[in-house]
């Protein structure tokens, strides 16, 4: 997993994977086709949820569709697409913007990344596929959203999704499990495990139920707590990276009536009273500004850090901050850019006195990739056909620490005025309120992961906090689309976080100690063993957790608009008319996995939420 990957990555002979660049029938704005007066739906944005929804609402021929996206197609880079380079793609490929200081790390600054290219943070994430548990997506339905619930979207994640099976000799060697109920087979993206994987790996799940956890038979069917095995988006025949651009852009691009324009970033959306009816646009600073008409509805898909950014740009928003810029109100919400929340995320460093063969180590041995490179490029086989791993532990906080009741009960009797900053709005707090007492309640009954061990191969760990108390936010900083965003992830404002992370580092130290992976005769180096005090812990916590696991989440939520939410369920934006949001800043709480898979499924029940409409609308 993470901790062996070397992300500053040398390349070797270009490896010749096929280029899904677009042919000349593609529908690009400006080089194939002209840009349209109107649309009837323009969609803002091109990663996994507007190209999603693209792609079916472009299934009727009479139905026009214009994506406007920000970044660049990719080249097919060997950074793109094949496995062993994932999050190396080159920088323009991102978006890195620097948060405020941040009190709970040290006054740290972290950076916010997400995928700035057609494909979003497909293209260029770790390739992980796990789903949530089924406690994750409840969670979303009690809290107000009928309909959002694990069986409400199950038939989703299995609509957007083609799963090839492990080849029987590797499901037996790694234990490797799976009901075909659960998995899509004619779905845009390819699931596959690689043919290469790291025999350390079974010693890990073996420890994990040494560790009193469990390895569920599928992750997929909603039992995904425990440790368990889940694929990559990778196609299982030319061993590359499946994306929301090869699987649910290249294969229509033909469309006459989808198109899609590249290097544009909408600076603002248009509306006539509270109906938006469409959106301005421009490719540089000084540029012009073009605008482009919707006729039913626009789409936002802009991603958690830029869609609450456009919205204040276009007076919606916290009546306060929008005044203060002096930008004219079309509807008062103060939860854009509130609930904000990521999965922070910290590495612990082991060793091993007696490590298995092939191990992560062996990549540090020049002749022995070289060789791999040379399977890879003539078999699609070995160490290069692997990302960051296909395993992982997502544990409930009972099975993390004998704490829990005690971190609940400090959670339970919490003053939220203590943990938001001063003047924050009444239903950002009655917001986190409810999410809190859900959070305690699925939390007690064992329904959700706290935390996530990344590892499989050693000793060292990737430690995240899944389901964090805290929230930070996401304003403007100015009238300019193309200024960055102020980016506060409100790290550890909640104390209780902290109470978490500690424990984690503590049970990693005691899974190290299980008779599994003591056969590696694994040991702790950081944080070494005799730092042993909760205050030298929580020291080592502030000064090396990360605030980002690429996971930014809640910005726009789907909640009542008295609990601070943007959203409700039928994705339209509270006190406007024509407007919709569909990526990941409306999970009101991020769900204890990664998300990629997740908002495939969310993207593809929100075009049938907008099909519908449509036909259902006078």
């Known amino acids: 997993m993470w901790p062996y990957i070397v992300l500053s990555v040398v390349l070797g002979p270009s490896l010749a994977v096929a280029s899904p660049s677009i042919a000349n029938r593609a529908q690009i704005v400006g080089r194939d086709v002209q840009l349209l007066n109107n649309y ?12 999603t929804v693209a792609n079916r609402l472009s299934e009727d021929p009479k139905v026009n569709v214009l994506v406007l996206e920000a970044g660049d197609l990719d080249h097919g880079e060997d950074e793109i697409l094949i496995p062993r380079y994932a999050l190396g793609a080159p920088g323009k490929y991102f978006y890195n913007i620097p948060s405020v200081p941040l009190p709970g790390l040290n006054n740290r600054s972290e950076l916010l990344t997400s995928g ?39 038939p989703y994640f299995i609509k957007s999704e083609t799963f090839t099976p492990p080849p029987a000799a590797l499901a037996t060697e790694f234990e490797i499990t799976y009901d075909m109920r659960y998995h899509g087979t004619k779905g845009p993206v390819q699931s596959s495990y690689p043919p290469f994987l790291y025999p350390a790996v079974k010693l890990f799940l073996r420890a994990i ?30 061993r590359t990276r499946s994306y929301a651009r090869t699987a649910y852009y290249d294969p229509i691009r033909s469309r006459s009536n989808l198109h899609l324009l590249p290097n544009n970033t909408v600076t603002n959306i248009i509306f006539n009273g509270k109906t938006a009816t469409g959106v301005k646009f421009s490719n540089a600073r000084e540029a012009p500004i073009r605008s482009v008409s919707a006729c039913r509805e626009v789409i936002i898909a802009a991603g958690a850090p830029h869609t609450p950014q456009l919205l204040q740009l276009s007076g919606v ?98 003053n939220p005025q203590a943990v938001f900053p001063v003047g924050t709005d009444s239903s950002i707090i009655a917001g986190w309120k409810a999410t809190r007492d859900l959070l305690i309640k699925y939390t007690q009954q064992g329904k959700i992961a706290a935390g996530e061990f990344i590892g499989g191969t050693g000793a060292s760990m990737g430690l995240v906090l ?59 180096i950081s944080p070494a063993d005799n730092i042993t005090s909760t205050a030298d812990l929580q ?13 930014p989440s809640g910005s726009a939520p789907m909640m009542k608009k008295e609990l601070g939410g943007v959203v409700g369920p039928d994705l339209l934006v509270y006190g406007t008319k024509g407007l919709s949001i569909i990526d990941a800043s409306i999970l009101p709480i991020c769900p204890s996995t990664h998300i990629t898979t997740t908002m495939y499924a969310v993207a593809e029940k929100a075009a049938d939420i907008i099909k519908l409409r449509a036909k259902t609308s006078p």
């Open 317 to 414: 928003g916290p009546k306060k901050l929008l005044n203060s810029f002096g930008i004219p109100i079309v509807s008062d919400l103060p939860g854009v850019g509130a609930n904000f929340h990521d999965h922070a995320y910290i590495f612990t460093a082991g060793s091993v006195a007696h490590d298995l063969n092939p191990s992560p180590t062996n990549t540090s041995n020049t002749t022995w990739m070289a060789e791999q490179l040379i399977l890879y490029q003539t078999k699609r086989e070995g160490v290069y056909t692997t990302s960051l791993g296909n395993s992982a532990a997502f544990l409930p906080l009972n099975e993390i620490t004998s704490l829990s009741n005690t971190i609940i009960n400090g959670l339970r009797s919490q």
């Open 116 to 154: 700035k290219v057609v494909g979003g943070g497909t293209a260029v994430n770790g390739m992980f596929m796990p789903r949530g548990a089924k406690g994750d997506y409840d969670i979303w339905k009690e809290l107000g959203n009928p309909g959002w619930g694990w069986s409400d979207l199950l």
């Open 539 to 551: 020291a080592f916590v502030r000064a090396n957790l990360a605030a980002s696991l690429w996971h």
């Open 40 to 51: 009837d739906y323009v969609i803002v944005g091109a990663g996994a949820a507007g190209l």
């Open 209 to 238: 139920r040494q560790f009193g956890s469990h390895v569920p038979y599928d992750y997929a069917s909603g039992d995904a707590l425990g440790a368990y095995w889940a694929p990559n988006t990778l196609d299982p025949v030319s």
């Open 466 to 524: 899944l389901k964090p108390f805290s929230r930070g936010s996401l304003t403007i900083k100015s009238k300019e689309a193309f200024d960055d965003p102020v980016v506060d992830f409100g790290t550890l404002r909640n104390p209780l976080d902290l109470d978490v992370m500690t424990e984690m580092i503590k049970a990693w130290r005691r899974m190290l100690l299980t008779p599994a992976l003591q056969t590696m005769g694994s040991a702790a």
